[in-house]
């Protein structure tokens, strides 16, 4: 079972900006689609942003224009560049990886999940 380690998270002020990184354990990173999820308190966990194995992205109407998710594949890490940050924003951000990007759209569907990392935006 791929295992995921988040990190970058932090406390910013509105505006400002962060780049999450989620390392995965596994020798076949290129092969598994992958995505960025955020659990706000007391709110259900949502998808923020997904990436193929290729190339393909898809986004959160509440994320687009401002969050950018990448991966390189050499590193086995998966990134999620984070601008012009709300307040809205703040949660703890998680990822996941599977062979079926259909199935990542589907939080409810993911039993195992990383520690995550907190993302506080606060004026």
């Known amino acids: 079972q791929v295992q995921f380690v988040e990190s970058g998270g932090g406390l910013v002020q509105p505006g400002e900006s962060l780049r999450l990184s989620c390392t995965a354990s596994?020798?076949?990173?290129?092969?598994?689609?992958m995505a960025w999820y955020r659990q706000a308190p007391g709110k259900q966990r949502e998808l923020v942003a997904g990436i193929t194995s290729g190339t393909y992205t898809k986004y959160a109407e509440s994320v687009k224009g401002r969050f950018t998710i990448s991966r390189d594949n050499a590193k086995n890490t998966l990134y999620l560049q984070m601008t012009s940050l709300q307040l809205g924003d703040t949660a703890v951000y998680y990822c996941?990886?599977?062979?079926?990007?259909?199935?990542?759209?589907?939080?409810?569907?993911?039993?195992?999940w990383g520690q995550g990392t907190q993302v506080t935006v606060s004026s």
């Open positions: 596994t020798d076949e990173f290129n092969i598994y689609h």
């Open positions: 996941n990886a599977d062979l079926n990007f259909q199935r990542l759209l589907r939080p409810n569907d993911f039993g195992s």
